[in-house]
Nanobody, 116 residues
Framework: QVQLVESGGGLAQPGGSLRLSCAASGFTFSSSRMVWARQAPGKALEWVSGVDSDGSNTYYADSVKGRFTISRDNAKNTVYLQMNSLKPEDTALYRC?????????WGQGTQVTVSS
């Protein structure tokens, strides 16, 4: 029932920007904390950011703090990740989940590649 579908990934140059979206369904989105994590090939899953149920409190990994912004629109059942000042090391499959620092459900992911 729970579905999380990410979109917005693609190729960006270093210093560029992308905005990821995660469309949620099958649960009460407005009462759920949401999280973004990423995984590069051969590397461990890395927690990136989380947001509480109403969007008032946001949390970031040190590696993205000041560059990425998580937000949500509960009317649209969507959580976003605005990524600015992208670096090659941001290259990964980005997944959204239901949770804050981890998740019980994850989406399939959207690929972000940062390369010149």
């Amino acid at each position: 029932q729970v579905q999380l579908v990410e979109s917005g990934g693609g190729l960006a140059q270093p210093g560029g920007s992308l905005r990821l979206s995660c469309a949620a369904s099958g649960f009460t989105f407005s009462s759920s904390r949401m999280v973004w994590a990423r995984q590069a090939p051969g590397k461990a899953l890395e927690w990136v950011s989380g947001v509480d149920s109403d969007g008032s409190n946001t949390y970031y990994a040190d590696s993205v703090k000041g560059r990425f912004t998580i937000s949500r629109d509960n009317a649209k059942n969507t959580v976003y990740l605005q990524m600015n000042s992208l670096k090659p090391e941001d290259t990964a499959l980005y997944r959204c989940g239901r949770g804050l620092y981890g998740a019980d459900y994850w989406g399939q992911g959207t690929q972000v590649t940062v390369s010149s």
